[in-house]
């Protein structure tokens, strides 16, 4: 699997959240797991093993600027931390503010959202559908160019509250 190419799933999973910007989620421990992850309409693994896979082989500074960033890898996915603050203000930072990527959302209806995405090297649309305060999940197609050869991308992903206590994890700037 190639590091650049989880990357890029990475930053589109971790930006997807954004679209929940005026939907009141809990403040605290979040856990988003990605599954259903294809390029190419070719699957790939379970970001769950990719995750532990990539957990060894990843240097301490590498760790270190994901946990600069606030993503932390733990139990079953990617976890981040809210602050009541940032809950409160409806800003959710969870991308990375040097990436690149602006999101829009689309529509509003009941409970879900259609957003579209772009990034310097990836771009494409997607659904939030928000069922609770608790626990979300997004679907996105689109398309990235993570090693210079364009391709189709989708994934399915669901964030989880795990509690008001970050732990180590520390919340984005």
């Not at 954004?18 to 309409?41: H, I, R």
């Not at 769950?48 to 957990?55: A, H, M, T």
């Not at 992903?157 to 984005?172: F, I």
């Amino acid at each position: 699997m190639n590091v650049r190419l989880l990357g890029l799933a990475m930053a589109i999973g971790l930006s997807l959240p954004v679209a929940a910007q005026a939907q009141m989620l809990q403040p605290g421990l979040w856990e988003m797991t990605t599954s259903n992850m294809k390029v190419d309409d070719q699957n790939l693994p379970d970001l769950q093993l990719i995750l532990g896979q990539l957990q060894g082989q990843m240097t301490p500074a590498q760790r270190a600027q994901l946990e600069k960033q606030g993503i932390t890898m733990g139990g079953k996915g990617i976890r981040a931390c809210l602050t009541p603050e940032q809950v409160k203000t409806n800003d959710i930072p969870l991308t990375d503010p040097q990436s690149g990527c602006k999101q829009e959302i689309t529509d509003r209806s009941g409970n879900q959202w259609k957003f579209r995405f772009s990034c310097p090297k990836a771009q494409g649309t997607g659904v939030a559908t928000f069922l609770s305060d608790r626990e979300f999940t997004t679907k996105v197609n689109g398309t990235f160019n993570a090693t210079g050869i364009q391709q189709k991308g989708s994934l399915d992903s669901r964030a989880v509250w795990l509690g008001q206590d970050c732990g180590t994890v520390k919340p984005r700037a």
